[in-house]
């Protein structure tokens, strides 16, 4: 199963990749916590990519393809049954680089989700949004809070806030996915790819949505 999940900053693409992952027994690739692995380590990835994040705006296509790339040709890919991609792609550009990508290994896309949610609801996600320094789990201070406050479930580890999701950054990412990622919905659906689901619904909802979804339910 090879899966992309689409959607605008806050949608719940990191939240459901893990659940689908876990589903069909496929790897989860975020692009943004491989970038923030690269920050946190200090590489020479990370320093060509950190301006762009902190300010909100994308990483240039090149890099983000090269480290792309780089990734999907691990192990753990090559021996698993597929991916769900999660905020790669973001541009046209990349979508037919990933196309490409693919085709190279005779392999395509089986499906392309665009988990919709309002702009008012985003903005309440990503401002309230904990992410654990350790296991880089998900929590948010009203829909998903830790049982100990500041502290992962999971783990232990302390939960922090991402830079981005500070508000003047969060409405700059909301306007990088309009203007650079959105046009990736027709891309999708001229392709006969693309499926919808509501995200404006609690998790374990829009999980169950997503299956039928990738299983054939609706197509757009
Ligand atoms: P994305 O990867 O698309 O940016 P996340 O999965 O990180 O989105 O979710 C953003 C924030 O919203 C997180 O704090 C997460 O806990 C919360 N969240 C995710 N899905 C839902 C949902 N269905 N309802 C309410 N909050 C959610
Ligand atoms: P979110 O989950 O809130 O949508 P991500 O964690 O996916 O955010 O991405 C964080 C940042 O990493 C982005 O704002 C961007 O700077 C960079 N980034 C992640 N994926 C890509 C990509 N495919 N192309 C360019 N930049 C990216
Ligand atoms: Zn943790």
């Excluded at 990191?14 to 589903?23: F, Y």
């Excluded at 983000?64 to 769900?84: H, N, W, Y």
């Excluded at 990349?94 to 392309?112: F, I, N, S, W």
Aim: aromatic share 4%; proline share 5%; glycine share 8%.
């Amino acid at each position: 199963m090879r899966l992309v999940l689409l959607g605008p900053p806050g949608a719940g693409k990191g939240t459901q990749a893990n659940q689908l992952s876990q589903h069909w027994q496929i790897v989860h690739i975020s692009t943004g916590d491989l970038f923030r692995y690269h920050l946190a380590h200090n590489t020479e990835l990370g320093q060509s990519a950190k301006e762009y994040m902190q300010s909100g705006r994308l990483v240039p296509d090149n890099i983000t393809e090269a480290m792309l790339k780089d990734r999907i040709a691990q192990p753990d890919v090559l021996e698993s049954q597929g991916f769900v991609l999660d905020g790669f792609p973001r541009t046209v550009p990349q979508g037919l680089a990933l196309d490409a990508l693919l085709a190279a290994r005779h392999e395509r896309l089986d499906r392309v989700v665009l988990i919709e949610v309002p702009t008012d609801a985003l903005v309440q996600r990503l401002v309230g949004r904990r992410t654990c320094s350790v296991c880089k789990a998900n929590y948010h201070v009203q829909y998903h809070p830790p049982h100990v406050e500041g502290i992962c479930d999971l783990c232990g580890g302390s939960l922090i806030q991402r830079d981005d999701d500070q508000l003047e950054t969060v409405k700059v990412r909301l306007a990088v996915y309009h203007e650079e990622t959105e046009p990736l919905v027709s891309f999708y659906r001229q392709a006969g790819l693309l499926a919808t689901v509501d995200g404006n619904q609690d998790p374990v909802s829009v999980t169950a949505a997503t299956i039928q979804a990738v299983k054939g339910g609706s197509h757009d």
